[in-house]
């Protein structure tokens, strides 16, 4: 069943589910199970996105989001610029999914790569891979099934 209204924050949601879904229903994935796996705050996605599709259709593209690659490729290079830039994209991105883990792993590089010059931090960047290992394989599980 294909809801009517408007979404609050561009007016497109509903709209969004006719042009993806017609009128058919289309099972979505457990989100609630999701988000618990990926340590994250379902509830608070869903407030912020307003509706189950648009929270399932920007999990489903979280993983081809370039942000993670393009941090690794800036400090591959040197780049703190860079590096800064791609962590502080990704912890927006985590944030507004309200990916909770990776959110909180990609701030705290983001704060110690905004203060310049230096490389950066091993163990702050392991916690980053581990929290964003765990959120796209959440998403790989989930939506296999």
Known sequence: MVEHGT???CKCDYIMDNALYGDKEVELM???KLYSSLHGDYADAKA???SDRLVEKFVLKFPSDPSMQQLHDAIASGDHEAAFRAV???KGVAANLSF???WK???ALTEQLR???K????TLLKNLENAYRLVTDSIQKESER
């Open 30 to 32: 457990n989100l609630e």
């Open 100 to 102: 909770s883990e990776l």
């Open 115 to 117: 203060e310049g010059d």
């Open 7 to 9: 979404c609050r924050c």
């Open 88 to 90: 502080h994209t990704l």
């Open 105 to 107: 792993a990609a701030s």
């Open 119 to 122: 490389p950066a931090d091993e």
């Open 48 to 50: 912020r996105l307003m």
